[in-house]
Structures are given as C-alpha cells and as structure tokens.
C-alpha cells in the first residue's frame, strides 16, 4: 500500500469514529483531515496530515479544531506542516507512530479466548467500557465522542472473553473500500501479557478478510509495533504526532515519553 492511499484510509476510518456522533464534524482541505468530535479531550478530536500537507494547511487545519484539545497525526515527510501547528499550541511527540498496513489475513492464533462480534448495546456498552479503561479515556466522554460510532452498522467490534467469559480486548474494524480499518484495539493493563491482543485481532481480521478485501490498514502506537509485526503489518509510514492538551499519563501509556 502506497503513503497516500494509506493517509487517506486512515482518515477515513477516524471519520467514522470520531466524525458521526451528535454535534461532530469530519472536515478536510487540501493535504489534511480532521474528524472532531468537539468533546474536550485531546483523543477524541483527531486530525491527519497527508503527504500533500503544507504549512498552509496547518492553519487551516487549526482554524477548524478551534480551541480544542486535539491530536494531529502527521506524514513524515510534512516538516513544514508541523512547524506551523506549532503556532497553534501544538507539541510534537518524541517517538514515531508507524502508519502500518497488511495485504492478506493472518493466520489465528490458538489461545484459551472466546472470540466474537458484540452483538447487543450491552455487548457494545462492555466494548465502550474497556476502550475507556485502557485509554484513560473518561466513560461519558467517550459515550459522547463515539457511541454512535459503536452503534452504527459500518463498525464491526470484535471482543475477547476469558474462561470466566469476562471481556479482556477489543478491537473496532470497519471497512473502507477495500480495506479493513482497525481502530480502538484496546486490553486494558490489568489484562495485558496473556495474548489476548493479539489473537482477538488475528481472529478479527481473519473473518472479516474475504476477496474483495486488499488489505487492513491500522496507525499503530509505540508500544503497539512489535505485536502488529507478528501478524504480517509492515510500516508504509513513520507518523510524527502533533497534540494540544493531552493527558501525559496517557502519552506515557502509548509509549511516548515526551515533546519536543
């Protein structure tokens, strides 16, 4: 999958999650995005940068975030780009966030988890429940920011459960086009270490996969990289991440230790 193609699919997905529910926008010009949920948290209200981003379009990208508390994730290549946001109140992280993309199914992964589509709202409302844990995320807000987007019929959430059939993982894939957009893949720490992560999402993408499906395509966090590796994603991009008002118990948790 090409950079572009890749940028374009990613804004697309967080379109759909965090641009459709009550009160949010999806808005775009010439080399970005924003999906903005106008809730005031950092990771509910996400911008993209593509590889035709210019320093105009940070300025235009800003005046549509407002005052908001955002994160902007950004093409390697748009140095430009990030040193005008800088203008606006925006830090760039330290550590790169690999644009990561897979062009067939992996294989599943045999581990002691029920693996399935959340079905009903209660099932959906667990799914909620454990993204906001995981995420640092408060519940309501992010009921508000993407409850919608929980319900509507583009997004698939897949949900793993242990042998006390508790829910442990989620993962949110929705197709764009022809591609299988992962989002929201969350276990939340008290879970972490027992494999469930990654064979929800192996089991996930398997079943979803069929021939009209070229590839999946997920923007990986720091510490994410090494899993998403071993079920065949490879990096089409290394994105730098512009943020304004994020919680840095949060950017710690992802991997990012710092500004600069």
Do not use: K
């Amino acid at each position: 999958m090409d950079r572009m193609r890749a940028w374009q699919g990613l804004a697309a997905l967080e379109a759909v999650v965090h641009g459709t529910g009550e009160g949010a926008r999806a808005e775009s010009g010439a080399g970005w995005f924003a999906a903005i949920s106008g809730v005031a948290n950092a990771e509910l209200n996400v911008g993209c940068a593509t590889p035709q981003a210019t320093a105009a379009s940070a300025g235009e990208i800003a005046r549509a975030l407002g005052d908001l508390p955002a994160i902007v994730f950004t093409d390697s290549q748009a140095v430009a780009f990030r040193a005008e946001l800088a203008a606006f109140g925006f830090e760039v992280a330290d550590t790169v966030e690999p644009l990561m993309a897979c062009d067939r199914a992996p294989a599943e992964v045999r581990a002691p988890y029920r693996i399935d589509v959340a079905h009903t709202s209660e099932e959906r409302a667990y799914a909620l429940d454990l993204v906001a844990e995981a995420h640092q995320i408060d519940r309501a807000l992010l009921q508000q920011a993407s409850g919608a987007a929980a319900e509507s019929e583009r997004v698939r959430i897949w949900l793993a459960r242990d042998e006390l059939d508790l829910p442990v993982s989620v993962v949110w894939i929705i197709r764009v086009g022809s591609i299988l957009g992962v989002t929201e893949m969350m276990t939340p720490q008290r879970f972490q270490g027992r494999g469930a992560g990654r064979a929800l999402l192996a089991a996930a993408l398997a079943r979803s996969w069929d021939d009209t499906i070229t590839d999946a395509l997920l923007l990986s966090t720091p510490a994410g990289r090494r899993l998403y590796q071993s079920l065949g994603f490879v990096a089409v991009d290394e994105s730098l991440t512009c943020f304004r008002g994020s919680d840095e118990d949060v950017l710690a948790a992802i991997g990012q230790g710092g500004s600069s």
